[in-house]
């Protein structure tokens, strides 16, 4: 176990796409990174996000956590402490979607409904709430913090909160729900930490590749590419980017949900 003098960030949803690219991110960046994953179906991912921080010289942890379990978080993040005694960001990546058009409204029923809140918005309330007093104790300049930048929060939601599109009604919904929620945490964690939201439009790697055939992905890329005014999806290290500069060069930016949406909103307006 380690009392760490070097900054530590929380990623949950680290095994893969935008959660795996922040991990590195951050590793890179000199940081000690808590690497979230879900269960054993995601484990050997996490494993090797694992490996790729350590190769970069970071201190790097896999935890399990289910974000939907109050009490699977609270346990991870006495983990983390436990090991590092401080946490300087948590990035909430962790997140879920099923597929099912807007116009089919029977297609969804209350259970949908609350799956999806039960990963996409419940769960990352209950993984900052878990990780909040130890976030404030580092801000404050606990941990071997100086205390000179307040901790961050980042949450990742999505374009489809701001617009209402996306895989689903309930995934809109969810992430519409993010957004709000990074609103009040902006206001009651602070002044010791900073809570912000980026809403990424499409992104290549992203949850929708893992919820739809080969074919039907290719085809939403083709056509996200089309739409979009810069004519290009993102990729997840640009969401990485965004999250690292949100964590560690923006001591003036709070409550604020940043599109990168290669121009998608500016087009629909």
Same mark, same amino acid.
């Given at each position: 176990?380690?009392?760490?003098? /070097?900054?530590?960030?929380?990623?949950?949803?680290?095994?893969?796409?935008?959660?795996? *690219?922040?991990?590195?991110?951050?590793?890179?960046?000199?940081?000690?990174?808590?690497?979230?994953?879900?269960?054993?179906?995601?484990r050997?991912?996490a494993?090797?996000?694992?490996?790729?921080?350590?190769?970069?010289?970071?201190?790097?942890?896999?935890?399990?956590?289910?974000?939907? =379990?109050?009490?699977?978080?609270?346990q991870?993040? @006495? @983990?983390?402490?436990?090991?590092?005694?401080?946490?300087? *960001?948590?990035? $909430?990546?962790?997140?879920?979607t099923?597929?099912?058009p807007?116009?089919? &409204?029977? #297609?969804?029923? +209350?259970?949908?409904?609350?799956?999806?809140?039960?990963?996409?918005?419940?769960?990352l309330f209950?993984?900052?709430?878990?990780?909040?007093?130890?976030?404030?104790?580092t801000?404050?300049?606990?941990?071997?913090?100086?205390?000179?930048?307040?901790? !961050? %929060?980042?949450?990742?939601?999505?374009? #489809?909160?701001?617009?209402?599109?996306?895989?689903?009604?309930?995934?809109?919904?969810? /992430?519409? +729900?993010? $957004?709000?929620?990074? &609103?009040?945490?902006?206001? !009651?964690?602070?002044?010791?930490v900073?809570? $912000?939201?980026?809403?990424?439009?499409? %992104?290549?790697?992203?949850?929708?590749?893992?919820?739809?055939?080969?074919?039907?992905? +290719?085809?939403?890329? =083709?056509r996200?590419?089309? $739409? @979009?005014p &810069?004519?290009?999806?993102?990729?997840? *290290?640009?969401?990485?980017?965004?999250?690292?500069?949100?964590?560690?060069?923006?001591p003036?930016?709070?409550?604020?949900?940043?599109?990168?949406?290669?121009?998608?909103?500016?087009?629909?307006?």
């Amino acid at each position: 176990m380690s009392n760490s003098s /070097k900054p530590v960030c929380i990623v949950t949803g680290a095994a893969t796409g935008i959660g795996a *690219a922040t991990a590195l991110r951050f590793a890179r960046g000199g940081w000690s990174v808590a690497i979230g994953n879900f269960n054993d179906s995601t484990r050997g991912a996490a494993l090797s996000v694992e490996a790729d921080c350590r190769a970069h010289g970071a201190d790097a942890l896999v935890f399990d956590v289910d974000v939907g =379990d109050d009490e699977a978080c609270r346990q991870a993040v @006495a @983990a983390i402490t436990a090991r590092w005694h401080r946490a300087d *960001a948590l990035v $909430n990546c962790a997140g879920t979607t099923r597929v099912i058009p807007h116009h089919d &409204l029977d #297609a969804i029923d +209350a259970a949908e409904f609350e799956r999806i809140y039960r990963v996409n918005t419940i769960g990352l309330f209950q993984m900052t709430r878990a990780a909040a007093p130890l976030l404030r104790e580092t801000g404050r300049g606990g941990g071997d913090g100086d205390g000179s930048i307040s901790t !961050s %929060v980042v949450n990742i939601s999505s374009l #489809a909160g701001l617009n209402g599109t996306g895989s689903s009604i309930a995934y809109a919904a969810s /992430k519409g +729900a993010v $957004n709000t929620i990074t &609103l009040s945490l902006a206001r !009651s964690l602070a002044p010791h930490v900073r809570v $912000n939201a980026i809403a990424p439009g499409m %992104v290549d790697d992203g949850l929708l590749l893992r919820a739809l055939e080969a074919d039907a992905y +290719a085809g939403v890329i =083709d056509r996200m590419t089309t $739409n @979009a005014p &810069l004519k290009r999806v993102a990729q997840p *290290a640009e969401i990485a980017e965004l999250a690292w500069f949100l964590a560690t060069q923006a001591p003036a930016i709070t409550g604020q949900v940043i599109a990168a949406d290669n121009g998608l909103l500016v087009a629909a307006s």
